[in-house]
């Protein structure tokens, strides 16, 4: 009889943390989920196009790394004008050691951000035009400012999910 209430009640609590499992869970993914909506809608007043017409890569290279935007739409030519102007200005700020833009999208300083401004005379911004948009080549040959780089470029992916190879 008492290996029986035992079991009973073992079963009773192992449901119980499941139950509340479930609701930490999702408490988690719906946070996860309002903050990503939130830094999404900076991002769209800051950039100056709407994130879900377009698609962001962040890509690390030796010399540095990519950030590539793209209209999703080949034809949507107000998106490829708004990011070929956006990525203009983010190639001629982020030289100046400016880095406004993703301090307010992300709400916080990202990583690699302080020593790209204080390495920015050491850092080549390179911004080319695409058919659908365009892309930042960045690149360095000292060490300290590459690894900044790409902690900057592995926030961004993160942030934005996009899928790209940390």
Known sequence: MKIRSW???LAGALLVSAAVFS???DALDDAKHKHHDRMTSRGDSAMGFDAAKTT???LENPSGGTIQVTA???LDTASRSAIQHHLRLIARRFKEGVFEI???VHEQIPPGVP???RL???ISYQYVATDRGGRLEISTKN???LTAIHDFLRFQIQEHHTGDKL
């Open 7 to 9: 079991f009973w009640l």
């Open 23 to 25: 609701v930490v869970s």
């Open 56 to 58: 962001h890569h962040f």
């Open 72 to 74: 999703n739409d080949p």
């Open 102 to 104: 993703p301090m307010f």
């Open 115 to 117: 020593e790209m401004n």
């Open 120 to 122: 920015k005379a050491e």
């Open 143 to 145: 060490p300290e400012a």
